[in-house]
């Protein structure tokens, strides 16, 4: 079992900060979460209980449906979030991907990502799907799916993806596992290298220090903020904010492993630029989708 009582001391710290302070900081900022998961209604709890045994850790919602994602960041005023959810086996691809189309068309400020597994036989005909209904990308989570990031079975789908230009959202890294360490990682780039990748967790989850010394100088990888800043000393965030360049990193909650306001307040209290705020929070996320 994990133990992070770091983390907790950390926000309970956080929980008697000055919550007015941080709602000033907020509002010249727009903000676009880069890293939700969402399930369907009658699934979302049960969903959101899975995600939290799997970590040993508390779920800060008790639900991930797509309303709760919604009312969570409306408290921060989030403009877009990018959603998606990973097929634990192969005969959930199709269902999850309409799912998430599904729920793209009911929220226009939804980026869709579909999803993919390596025992799933229709994959061309999948990223024609996820194509001509325009979700954005695929997400994949192997410490889940029970696959190495760098097994030859997955390889069907990078070279699919590659060859349609969809990014793939790979979860990375797991100091109890090594399906998605990122060494694995960078294997997949060399042999993809034109394949673009967003590597969640600042590229690996607990094996950050891994993560920066085999992914800083990849040129098609850029990553996320989710599930990090809690767990590491804001002057160690910041060292790998350096490492990788603000311009490559997206602002991601892990929703509903994160109450949106919390995880903003951790960021803001990073004491970053005004620029660099501006760039996380939104401008990178934008540029990259091409959202106007």
């Known amino acids: ?80 979030y990018l959603v998606c959810s990973a097929a634990t086996a192969a005969h959930q691809v199709e269902s999850i991907n309409r799912f998430i189309l599904s729920e793209c068309e009911s929220h226009p400020e939804f980026i869709g990502f579909g999803t993919l ?4 036989g229709k994959i061309d005909e ?66 993809f290298p034109h394949l673009t990748v967003i590597a969640a967790h600042f590229g690996g989850w607990q094996r950050w220090k891994e ?12 990553f996320d903020t989710s599930s990090t800043i809690p ?8 060292s790998l904010i350096s490492a990788y360049g603000t311009d490559r990193l997206f602002f991601g909650t892990d929703f509903p492993m994160w109450k949106h306001d919390e995880a903003l307040e951790h960021f803001l209290n990073l004491g970053l630029t005004d620029r660099e705020n501006r760039a996380i929070l939104s401008e990178n996320f934008k540029t990259f989708f091409s959202i106007d």
């Open 1 to 80: 079992m994990l133990h992070f009582l770091p983390f907790y001391s950390k926000i309970e710290q956080s929980k008697h900060k000055d919550r007015q302070k941080m709602t000033n900081k907020n509002q010249k900022y727009e903000i676009c979460d880069a890293h939700c998961h969402i399930f369907p209604e009658k699934i979302a709890v049960k969903a959101a209980e899975s995600i939290g045994t799997f970590y040993d850790l508390p779920m800060f919602s008790a639900s991930g449906s797509p309303a709760a994602l919604i009312k969570s960041g409306r408290k921060i005023g989030v403009s877009h």
């Open 231 to 238: 767990f590491l000393k804001d002057a160690d965030v910041r």
């Open 117 to 120: 597994h390596p025992d799933y």
């Open 211 to 222: 993560a920066a010394s085999a992914l800083a100088d990849e040129e098609n990888v850029v």
């Open 126 to 191: 999948e990223i024609d799907f996820l194509t001509l209904h325009k979700l954005r990308g695929i997400k994949l989570h192997p410490d889940f799916q029970n696959f190495n990031i760098d097994d030859k079975r997955a390889y069907p789908i990078y070279e699919a993806a590659e060859k349609a230009r969809l990014p793939i959202l790979f979860h990375t890294g797991d100091p109890r596992l090594d399906y998605s360490s990122p060494v694995r990682l960078k294997h997949i780039l060399k042999d």
